[in-house]
């Protein structure tokens, strides 16, 4: 296992842990600067973030700074209530892909959607088996455009709390069903990101990490369980701050020969998007080298 | 599937679902009476408030209402930092099951436990694993007294988010390995209560309600999962209000011969605690005929 105490060589940053500094949006071109100022070798950001300052332009700081991606912030939302809306969601999922491209990301990561309208209050219907097969076959349409693009596709399980409204895929289990139907040949262009809030739980993480292997672990993502927690989606902790025990998890992904990084993905409205993006970046690094 | 459309015969209420009343406090003996009022044949009483009311006091009352217990809320918690702690939940177990006993439950539904000191904001570990096996064993040291008692044991899986503080044990496939372990020959002592709340998510539920059979399956819960869910315990749903297929998942259940009661337990803070507890009940009769 590789030993993070000595230096921060091995993190990134998810931008969306500094998506606010003082409670006040930062923009994307900012983050970057003051990862790059703290030796930051890697960022992961968001399309809404990469939008507002311009793709071209992020691109270029991007390799100005000598920053890498280790994922892009997402894909996915795969399900709808109707033909229309799964064809937007093809559409958009492929600019995706592209623009994943364009950055030179690691991987584009997929957030897979559950049901549809449920994220705004009004389920279309109850059936989450159907949700999940039309996630499946959205996958199955978007690796042919990410396969030609060299863009390895990553399947986020979220937590169960996740089911209704935002992701209906919520074992590392699950995920690796789908990477065995859609990729038996594991050949790289599907695999898992393991996020520890999201599977921390799971009393068959180890075997399922076991199971995924190196070509399927293509994305670590760190932050911590409180408790009490909140909220259930903006009250995310920093490492060390919690519950998970993130060094064992590590471990097992590193059995696996997993060797990229480990990106700090941390949603906190009430705690950490209030505080100076500069402090949360210097404490991201402290604790990636000692609670990670 | 049996059809409750038309009465109410199987309908039982857990007695948190009226725990209170316009916000104050209901005591048992009131919520016998309302229950009892309207033909409400079964209930499951919370052994706080058997206490308070007084053990033998609530005994001839359930008697004299000619009501059954579809379950006694609850055992478990057998996870602890040190030895006398696990003692101590030995013996609040014993007395739990005789409690049961007492009042003829059909089963003694256990919460397990999580990470000691977690539910006070404090875990003493972040070992899960460990808990895990606290958890099994404290179940197989309870078995012999509750085999001796003719009490059966109902392990109830919680959902993912309460694994820290609540239950470490999360999935239906996780309670029925501990079946498995620890009562093979599926003699009735050891089974399993199926709360849609915590299991509607698991991909993997149709499965393991059929591995469960008959003889583990002792109690179904229903409540539902709201969109958007605003506090991770007590913000519960009336069965038709959110977005689990209650009907299929009891369909699943009765297709392996389940024939008892549908116990409702809604943990509502802001909303059914707040509203008077007669009409809390009397929209439990009415959803449990077109919801359930």
Redesign the interface.
Known sequence: MRDFSQDHRWLSINTATVRQSRAQDLPLPDILEACARRRIRAISPWRDQVAAAGLANVSRLVKAHGLELSGYCRGGMFTAADDAGLRAADDDNRRAVDEARELNAACLVLVVGA?PG??A???AH???ALS?QQVHDGIGRLLEHSRAAGMPLAIEPL???Y???RA?V??LE?ALDLCDRLDPSRSGALGVAVDVYHV????KLRDQIERAGRQRLLALHVCD?L????D?LNDRGMMGD????IPRIRGWMEAQGFAGYSEVEIFSAANWWRRDAGEVLDTCIERHRSAV
């Open positions: 049901l449920a994220l209050g009004k389920a109850k059936d989450l999940r937590h169960p709390m089911a209704a409204d209906c919520n074992t699950q921390w739980w799971d009393p369980w408790t009490p927690t909140t259930l919690g519950v998970i025990d």
